[in-house]
């Protein structure tokens, strides 16, 4: 029963400072990964320059850089990096954003779990996942489970009291400190890179979980440096994780969830009854329309840039 070869997925976009930060983090790992592969995408503050000096610092493991020529959105940075991961030698592929900060002994702890388990129980593994934390303390919602009835499906987050233990499963899984076996990726497909972002790790648990277990091992900690989801905030990113989030139902389950589903929340939150800001209603009845059409990539209108108030 071997180690996991393991090997790093960072994907960054204008967020320099951060980038470093989460470089150094991987730099001091005490388990070492194969490579580092960083999916630049794009970025337009400098990124590149840091990631040319990287590169020249000598290191015990690869190094590789990917510069897409336009911004993919995390959904796309992750898709190239999984596609490239697929040709380097390391049998597990862990992927990040740039403001994901493993502490020291993450991927150890990911190891020695792997390590502590029967060869046959080592097979039934798809993903092994860190425990995410956000100002020191556990963001369960990185970590979900499904529950399903007739006529819905519920995604809700894990228990603080799951991470107690030394192991838990899970349905459904952000990408921070996600740690995916190469051969279940290759099964699964990789991510969806037409959700632009928002909902493609969610996405690709769905189908990543029919290939094997999905496992927390809480020991192994990412801290998350995020802000907290304001669901009143009128932006941009609202449109895609609502309509991601409509896609995916319509994808993985009966047709009759993904009715129910959009006509009770498109009433809370898009119709003229919702409590919503204005321009918040307008951003989702647009996220509602083209999931009703099945529309992917990028909306004409609601991209990285824009603002509430700007003319359309």
């Known amino acids: 029963m071997g180690s996991m070869k393991t ?61 897409l020529k336009k911004n993919t959105g995390g959904a796309g940075g992750f898709y190239t990096g999984m596609e490239r991961a697929l040709e380097l030698e390391a049998d597990w592929i862990w992927v990040a954003d740039d403001d994901a900060y493993p502490r020291t002994d993450a991927l150890m702890k990911l190891n020695d779990y792997y390590e502590s388990l029967s060869s046959e ?119 895609y994780l609502k309509r991601n989030d409509l896609l995916m139902i319509r994808k993985h389950f009966p047709v009759r969830y993904f009715v129910l589903r959009y006509i009770r929340r498109y009433f809370y939150d898009a119709s003229v009854f919702s409590k919503s800001p204005k321009e918040l209603r307008k951003i989702l009845r647009a996220a509602y329309w083209d999931a009703l059409w099945n529309r992917k990539g990028m909306h004409d209108i609601y991209r990285p840039g824009w603002k509430a108030g700007s003319r359309e």
């Open 121 to 239: 129980k080592q097979k039934e593994i798809a993903v092994l996942c860190s425990a995410v934390y956000n100002e020191g303390r556990i963001h369960a919602g990185h970590r979900n489970h499904l529950k399903m009835t007739k006529f819905k499906c519920v995604i809700y987050t894990s228990a603080v009291e799951e991470y107690k233990k030394k192991a838990f499963q899970l349905d459904v899984m952000s990408y921070v400190g996600a740690c995916m076996r190469k051969n279940a990726l290759v099964n699964a497909g990789l991510d969806e890179k037409d959700y632009f972002i928002y909902c493609d790790d969610r996405e690709h648990s769905l189908r990543l979980r029919k290939e094997g277990r999905i496992i927390c091992v809480p020991e192994s900690i990412v801290d998350h440096d995020s802000p907290p989801f304001d669901p009143s905030a009128v932006s941009w990113g609202k449109y």
């Open 7 to 67: 090997g790093i997925v960072l994907v960054t976009y204008n967020r320099r400072e951060k980038l470093v930060k989460a470089l150094d983090c991987y730099e001091k790992q005490l388990f070492r990964p194969s490579y580092i592969l960083v999916v630049n995408n794009c970025s337009t503050d400098g990124t590149e320059k840091v990631l040319e000096e990287w590169r020249k610092k000598p290191a015990d493991y690869l190094k590789e850089v990917i510069t």
